[in-house]
């Protein structure tokens, strides 16, 4: 059992209350002693490199359970290594729907997003990371039912950023308000900056996230029945497929009009002709900034000390700005021209909610129901907690309820939907800490980086080369992850192998040809809601893991299960031979050898 931590109450319980002098002994032991300071945690593992010449500890770090205590500086230190373990995940989102491929806001809107994810990620973090039970729902099994306990959080180093899965949908939405007179262009055609599709995209996502808070409440059974890995490995890969096209781009100079086929004379380089050190899209000096940062990522994972593994990512993006620095191909007047300081609500958006959206955020926050089963159920593995039963159940229950309570704050904080992340599994897995402590010191670690607006700007600042190299990485990252889903938890029955193709069938294509459903329909009346109403399910239709995650689900719920070849034999031999007495010379006759094979036949 896992639950010797007891998830945090709302309301009062029985257990003794600790007096101040305990409180203030409790805080001299940790503040003020070596043991609670420093401990004796062997911290030249985190930092010992994996180079050839050098002598492998065989002696393994000592696990720390979700309410071990542990020392401050270690709780300080992996709690920054689970920050920016998740930076390159919460600032990708923000950067790519409010640039060039999104909805073209100035710098000073740009850098106030990537300022404000951070610290509403680590502040909705939190909420994961404390599991609440919600007040006058049973904290014990009722004798009518078990499922009647609810509570808001995991309990666990669950960690949650901005879904990757909105920003296919959210580019979509985009080029289609651009394209109906919704957002505003240049007489030349340029797309000119629209705050108020920004403001759509969250006025919808704070209305749909309350799908996800129901399907919270369905009991944690069905739940796991109706969003298996058939369904969730999919639908998490093609998210990743997704977004390669715009990773890649962006690794060959840039995402927006420049990588057009055809575009103003203001866009033949990247990101514009008025740059700084602007180049055509594709140049061989874009690619190999790209390329430093994949090399540096592959050199971090081959060489580099566990730490440097963990935060792999952010080390090769920073290999990247420091040679486009060193190289004119970074601008620092964007940083100069920022704030010292930022926080949320700075800046907001006009909250409205666009018809043609709904349909596709209301299956966006769906599959973020899908992939926060699949991260809870991993966090549980490698936090040495079971992965069955009720109390896990219960955690399910919880992070979903938390994700989608998360989806409604982040839009009321001027961010898009959340989810819940997989990448500090792997720092779990790689520091064998399981520790809340660690994780409330990254939520700090999140908050801090968002409030000094300066590190935004920055962040804001790096060429899309350097950006698209690290987040092709991150995308193909996502997509991987998918397929580990399907290879751990999907046998590759016939009925599965069917499933997997119809879903990916259409998927696959929707993602490869996204434009291919914009002729469906021919309607060009007055009637905005009809012509919404088609909107949203040409949306739907173009974005391919939402039709895999549809065609899957139903048909992993209506096509009856088979008996394979080999279960066949499995049965044959778990049931038993009916015998016949023998004659008595020893010898059965001809028609009980007959009646034998029939048996084993049948």
Partial sequence: MDEDQGPSQIVPHGSPNRTIRDRLTSIKKTFFTKEGILGDYDYVFLFRPNLPFMKKSRQASPFFGLNDKMPVVLALLLGLQHALAMLAGIITPPILMSGSSGVNLPADLQQYLV?????????????????????????????????????????????????FSIISVAEGAFAQMYANGYCPTAADGTQLPCPDAYGALLGT???????????????????????????????????????????????????????????????????????????PWGSPEYLGL??????????????????????SVIIGLLV??????????????????????????????????????????????????????GDITATCDVSR???????????????????????????????????????????????????????????????????FAKFAAALVAIPS?????????????????????????????????FILTAGLSIGYGATLVPNYFSNVFSYSGDNKSLQGFLDAIELVMETGFTVTAFVSMILNLTLPEE??????????????????DLPPNGQSGESDRIGSAHEKQI
């Fill in 115 to 163: 300022s404000t994810s951070l610290i509403v990620s680590g502040i909705l973090s939190m909420i994961q990371i404390t599991r609440f039970h919600i007040y006058k729902t049973p904290s014990t099994p009722t004798k009518l039912r078990d499922d009647l306990r609810y509570y808001l959080g995991t309990g666990l180093i669950s960690v949650v950023g901005i879904s």
């Fill in 290 to 311: 790209g390329f430093s940062v994949f090399l540096a990522i592959i050199l971090c994972e081959r060489f580099g000390a566990p730490i440097m593994k963990s935060t």
């Fill in 465 to 497: 080369a350097v950006l698209g190299g690290m987040t092709t990485f991150l995308f193909c990252a996502v997509a991987v992850s998918g397929i580990a889903i399907i290879t751990r938890g999907v046998p590759f029955t016939r009925r599965n192998r």
């Fill in 563 to 580: 008996i394979e070849e080999t279960d066949e034999k499995l049965i044959a031999a778990d049931e038993p031979v009916a015998t016949k």
């Fill in 205 to 279: 996502s704070a209305v749909c996230a309350l799908i996800e808070i129901l399907i919270a409440f369905i009991p944690p059974r069905i739940m796991l029945k109706i969003f298996p890995p058939i369904v969730t490995g999919p639908t998490v890969m093609l998210i990743g497929i997704s977004l390669i096209e715009t990773g890649f781009k962006n690794w060959a100079g840039g995402s927006g009009p420049c990588a057009d086929a055809t575009h103003t004379a203001f866009f033949d380089a990247c990101p514009n002709v008025g740059a700084a050190h602007a180049l």
């Fill in 385 to 451: 907690l079971e992965v069955e039963g009720r109390i896990y159940e219960s955690r399910i229950q919880g992070g979903v309820l938390a994700d989608g309570l998360n989806g409604i704050l982040a839009a009321l904080m001027t961010i898009t939907p959340m989810s819940t992340f997989a990448q500090n599994n792997g720092v779990i897995a790689l520091t064998r800490c399981a520790n809340r402590t660690a994780g409330y010191c990254c939520c700090m670690f999140l908050i801090i980086m968002g409030v």
């Fill in 320 to 373: 990247g700005c420091i040679i486009a620095a060193a190289t004119g191909y970074f601008d620092r007047s964007g940083i100069d021209a920022a704030p010292v300081a930022s926080f949320i609500w700075v800046h907001t958006f006009k909250l409205t909610v666009y018809g043609p959206l709904v349909l596709p955020v209301l299956a966006v926050f769906i599959i973020c129901a899908c992939e926060a089963i």
